[in-house]
């Protein structure tokens, strides 16, 4: 391939956790980065963070994008080879209809892949999508792969908190394979688990609050912590590269470093991070546990992929981020 100099790509939601992390590594391997965030009129957002990355003076532009207004991602694809598409809205106005935020979502990255497709000069489309659109279906695996889909009936029958998103995710990782296929563009999807680790900006992710939820003492989240997959942020960032690379990428790939039960997470946590209070696994045996399957990277790992960071190195960058942020 060309001098990675010459080459640029477009990393969309640049201001979000991912994302951020995706432009300070892509920085870091000498690639041009075009990133879009999406402005508020009534606040300006603070994107000091990521202007102040390492190369980011000479190799970082930031564009203004909305997904209401598809046509807006256009100039910041234009002359890309690859397409990072990690924007998704974490915030959702309660008046608003799942169709209606369904819709947003889906004629926005569908405006994306066609921007891709018309300009010609995209050589792969990389979608960030979640677990959670791989194991709500119903199926009692004790491991589930690529091959196996969120059920949006199920999902809807359990009457858990963020259900939207995850049938929105799920629908649109869907819809952007499918167009890849139907077009002729070539589209992979990362599905990464829990995502964990050190943050840019003062707002702790969603993802990283709800890892920490033992630490916290966020009860809402401990039903989820039966058996979970986590990620590194880095890894997932580094994935994300290795995808836009690896020549014979094809389809979804899930991103998944490390399963712990939650009597070892609280085992774990209790030893290394003593100043505060962590639930004992008998305090917990009171819980109604989601039941989520263990998912398989073996199809990531099977490219040469490697990941580089286990639960210590997690949850020492995720506290951290807090500490520094006031959240701890």
Request: charged residues 25%.
């Amino acid at each position: 391939m060309e001098d990675k100099k010459q080459r640029r790509v477009c990393v969309t939601g640049g201001t979000g956790f991912v994302a951020s992390w995706l432009i300070m590594r892509l920085l870091q391997n000498s690639y041009s980065v075009n990133a879009t965030i999406r402005t508020n009129p009534d606040s300006k957002k603070d994107i000091s963070y990521l202007m102040n990355l390492p190369g980011a003076s000479e190799r970082l532009q930031i564009f203004n994008a909305d997904l209401n207004n598809p046509e807006t991602f256009t100039p910041a694809i234009k002359g890309c080879i690859g397409v990072f598409h990690v924007a998704h809205p974490m915030e959702w106005d309660e008046k608003e209809t799942e169709e209606t935020k369904t819709k947003r979502v889906i004629d926005g990255l569908l405006g994306i892949l066609q921007a891709s497709l018309d300009l010609k000069t995209v050589k792969r489309f990389v979608y960030t999508s979640s677990a959670t659109a791989v194991v709500f279906n119903g199926k009692d695996l004790d491991i589930m792969d690529e091959d196996s889909w969120t059920d949006v009936e199920f999902m809807r029958s359990l009457g858990l908190y963020g259900e939207s998103y995850v049938m929105i995710k799920t629908l649109a990782e869907r819809t952007a394979l499918e167009f890849g296929e139907k077009h002729g563009l070539d589209v992979v999807t990362l599905v990464p688990t829990w995502i964990n680790g050190p943050f840019f900006g003062p707002r702790c992710p969603n993802s990283v609050r709800a890892s920490l939820a033992l630490i916290f003492g966020d009860r809402e989240n401990y039903k989820f912590l039966l058996s979970t997959s986590f990620v590194h942020v880095d890894d997932v960032a580094r994935a994300s590269i290795f995808l836009l690379e690896y020549p014979c990428a094809k389809g979804r790939y899930i991103c998944s470093a490390v399963e712990v039960t939650v009597d070892k997470l609280s085992e774990f946590l209790s030893f290394r991070y003593t100043e505060y209070q962590i639930p004992t696994a008998d305090s917990l045996k009171g819980i109604t546990p989601v039941k989520i399957s263990g998912l398989s990277s073996k199809k990531l790992l099977e490219t040469g992929f490697e990941y580089q960071y286990g639960l210590e190195e997690m949850f020492d960058g995720a506290i951290r981020s807090c500490k520094e942020n006031g959240l701890l």
